[in-house]
């Protein structure tokens, strides 16, 4: 969210403090800023002044970020650490406004203007009204939840289309000239909705210290977000993710290959090549490795809250198949059918992918519960030739059996024939064995490793895909 133009900046030596800060919370939540870029953070605060707030934002972007979906989690830290005013003091929080009707019409007349300045106003006006909570002055608090309940600006967009077809020199234009003008005010809307989250975030730092509420109440990029807990909007930007997340780690992989390729010193041939050169090993000899590229097998739960996380990695896969020998992938919840040809058709739908495999493949039998026992036996039995030794497997689930026999025989079997398999838990390590989880009694037979996002998904094909 930005905010006006000018603003009464801090103190130089202060606004270093901050720019400390601010580098501090971007780096725990996963960016990578290093000291030559914060020192040029520095120079190009110096550079724009401290008087003008939008141009500080813009040149600590320029010098801090390194994509652009790292903006809108910099743009939340920096209204933390360099805040747009004081805002309007907090009212007892047992008493209500004078007149919530009055508020909302002043909302709609700030929301047909578009007037920046009067919007962040009403929102620190609402914030401060509606949104406190706590009886004590250790305990008080203010949630942009309870304020927005209470507000419902979502509500007055018809009033605010009226308003602006009532304005002076407003006409009548075709049907499609009114969804145009509805989809702008619902970003007005959605603007003055994140200026109040951002009101109440500074008003909890005050209280709280900006570092701690920069760290836990800023929402982290879409690879940093749980595939447990992610919603729809989260897992559709993941998705859009997966093309500049896979030429990555191609990037990496690719590396990693060259430098394998190279081999090992050969001891013997070094020392009888050094006798030309006094018995100094100028000119190690290598042994040369052949180049080969392993086989992936994928045996997916697409099943319940997991699902997410598997579609995911399906699509991650499916877009480094170059780095791949051979790519073959399975989907399952309780019984397991081949969906390689579905991920490869629906690479230009990939929001679809969930639905069609359901649709096209044969993953349920009687029932819609996972079943990672009769998944992993008719895995071993039907398609048993699908690895090999060069296989390397990755399954994916949390191990959760609903009660049923876990199946580690099948698992067993899968290891014995495959060069590694290895098992990516979404669920916290603290969760494996609780319930019905059959987690540690898988992990004695594979490598289970914990996988909760995408940033860690990447990590972990990255190290654990051999070359």
């Known amino acids: 969210m930005t905010g006006t133009g000018r603003a009464d900046g801090p103190e130089p030596s202060e606004a270093a403090a901050r720019l400390t800060g601010l580098v501090e919370a971007l780096r725990a939540h996963g960016f990578q800023v290093g000291t030559g870029e914060t020192v040029d953070a520095g120079l190009a605060l110096e550079a724009v002044g401290f008087t003008h707030r939008e141009r500080m934002r813009e040149a600590l972007a320029a010098t801090l970020l390194h994509g652009e979906r790292q903006r809108p989690v910099f743009d939340r830290i920096f209204d933390l650490y360099f805040p747009l005013g004081d805002g309007v003091a907090a009212p007892d929080p047992r008493e209500g406004p004078a007149d919530l009707a009055e508020l909302r019409e002043r909302l709609v007349a700030a929301l047909a203007s578009g007037d920046g ?45 009226e308003r602006l077809r009532d304005a002076p020199g407003a006409a009548d234009g075709p049907e499609f000239t009114d969804r145009l003008l509805d989809d702008g005010i619902r970003r007005r809307i959605e603007d003055f909705r994140e200026r109040v989250r951002t009101e109440a975030r500074r008003r909890v730092a005050e209280r709280q210290g900006r570092d701690r509420v920069a760290r836990r109440a800023v929402a982290g990029t879409a690879d940093s977000v749980d595939f447990l807990l992610a919603g729809r909007a989260q897992l559709d930007e993941l998705r859009r993710a997966v093309g500049p997340l896979a030429r990555k780690l191609a990037t990496r992989l690719a590396a990693r290959r060259r430098r394998a390729a190279r081999g090992e010193i050969d001891l013997r041939r070094t020392l009888r090549r050094s006798l030309s050169t006094g018995g100094v090993p100028v000119r190690p000899v290598l042994r040369r490795r052949a180049p080969g590229r392993p086989e992936l097998v994928l045996l997916c739960d697409v099943s319940g809250s997991v699902a997410g996380f598997a579609q995911f990695t399906m699509l991650l896969v499916r877009a480094l198949h170059e780095q791949f020998a051979r790519v073959r992938v399975f989907a399952f919840v309780n019984r397991v059918d081949e969906v390689t040809g579905l991920i490869a058709r629906g690479a230009a739908d990939p929001a679809g992918l969930g639905e069609r495999i359901l649709a096209e493949a044969e993953v349920t039998g009687w029932h819609g519960q996972s079943d990672y026992g009769t998944a992993l036996g008719e895995f071993a039995r039907r398609y048993a030739r699908a690895v090999g030794p060069r296989s390397v497997v990755f399954v994916l689930g949390d191990a959760r059996t609903n009660g049923a026999d876990p199946g580690v025989a099948a698992l067993r079997l899968i290891a014995a024939r495959a060069r590694r398999v290895y098992w990516l838990n979404p669920e916290q390590p603290a969760l494996w064995g609780t319930g019905d989880s059959a987690a540690p009694a898988y992990a004695e037979v594979v490598e289970m490793h914990a996988c909760r996002n995408a940033r860690r998904l990447a990590a972990l094909i990255a190290r654990l895909t051999p070359v």
């Open 117 to 161: 300045a009067a919007l962040h106003g009403l929102a620190a006006e609402a914030v401060g009204a509606f949104g406190g909570y706590g009886s004590g002055p250790e305990s008080d608090g203010w949630s942009s939840y309870r304020t927005l309940a209470r507000l419902r600006p979502e509500t007055l967009l018809v009033r605010v289309r």
